[in-house]
């Protein structure tokens, strides 16, 4: 277990580059294992989730060999059990994919209920309803025994889904069962993130028919074979993108984030520049910095699917909001319990009341070093960004679950300017990461 250490007040400034989408890649390593041949995925992030969902390939038979930084050859061809029960299906919510990936394969699918980050109720109703309308049995709630979904298709069929939440995990679910089933599957109320965009992308260069991924209605069309065969690398990280764009913030830097996608990242910067930064981007960067003599406006965020602000970075987003003058409010619409982070945000001196699903924000603090602990993925990096921005040291613990999420963290915030080291330590907080 690690934890981290920051000498905080140090402005950030330079360059720093993006790495691959966690929540793509981990959607399209899901969806290699459903290929007939072999393929090449690239821009894969060197994040502990990433290793986790490669080792679980592996155990269900698929070859993995990296293939130079970022690189990895994908042979799924002899991939011999329908049963993913490895103990690590439970330590990522991602591991979910395998239900529609083996289902593809076999048409059976049995694995443990999947884990991920602790916010809150996290069904999957939804992804099992949507296989269910595609001839599937085993379901139903009361169908899922000892923690375990067993689920079985005599036949998958082409459907008419409505999702009647908006919900990213099932849309990319249904579309990896659909893409190999009978006919036409055409999902409505579909999410519209960048990495559901990605998935769609990477298998139609592997032979897929899908067609409108990136809108709210998605048509697959079935196709007996995906061939494989080709090299595809996955989309920069909005959220690793937009936590690097808070850092520079925070510290009252002057930070080019590269390799990103701007439009990717405007529920964010509308925000920035409301609140008095100076924003300019190209193709695929962004320049965060702000006048001497700004003082931050107050503004009010509210989390909502794609294209609304992601909830991913609500917990980053309300460590800008301690600094600004007045009062903001931070609105959590996607989970009901993702506010759990407050109290250590609390003990660096932030001024954070919760009413409902709503962070009252009263600014500016003056954030001061403490010991903290990541409570999740997100939150850590919360944490991180009031380290920067705080007078003295901070230390916190269970970082382990900021590298589930973060390429390099420690070495891309220490090349801009960062006073940040990993420390080693048993921690008291010390949560193991198969608990989540
Ligand atoms: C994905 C992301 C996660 C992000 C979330 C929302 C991955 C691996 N994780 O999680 O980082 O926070 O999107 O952007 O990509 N819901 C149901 N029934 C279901 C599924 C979801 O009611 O079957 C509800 C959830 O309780 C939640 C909402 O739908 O309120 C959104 O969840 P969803 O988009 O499915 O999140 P995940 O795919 O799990």
Redesign the pocket.
Known sequence: MSRYRIEGGYKLQGDVSISGS??AV??ILAAAMMLDGPCKIENVPDIVDVQVMLEICETIGAKITPAGEGIYEIDPTNINTFEATHPKVKNI??SYYLLGALLTRFRKATMYMPG??NF?????????KGFRKMGASGTRATDIRDGIIRIVADELVGAHIFLD??????TINIMLAATKANGMTIIENA?K?P?IVDVANFLNSMGANIKGAGTDTIRIKGVPVLPGGYSYSVIPDQIEAGTYMIAAAVTRGDVTIHNLIPKHMEPLTVKMLDMGYNIEQGDDWIRVSIDDDMELESTNFKTR?YPGF???LQPQATVLLCLANGMSRMHEN???NRFQYVPELQSMGASISIIDRCALVNGPCSFSGASVTALDLRAGAAMVLAGLAASGVTTISSANRIDRGYEKIVEKLRGIGAHIERIAGDDEHVVPIDDE
Do not use: M, Q, Y
């Not at 069904?123 to 099992?128: G, T």
């Not at 939440?165 to 099932?170: C, D, F, R």
């Open positions: 966690k929540n981990l959607g919510r991602a991920g980050c809150g109720t996290r069904p999957i109703d939804l992804h099992l939440v908006v919900s990213v995990g099932a999410a993130e990495h699917p992601p909830t991913d996607v989970w009901d």
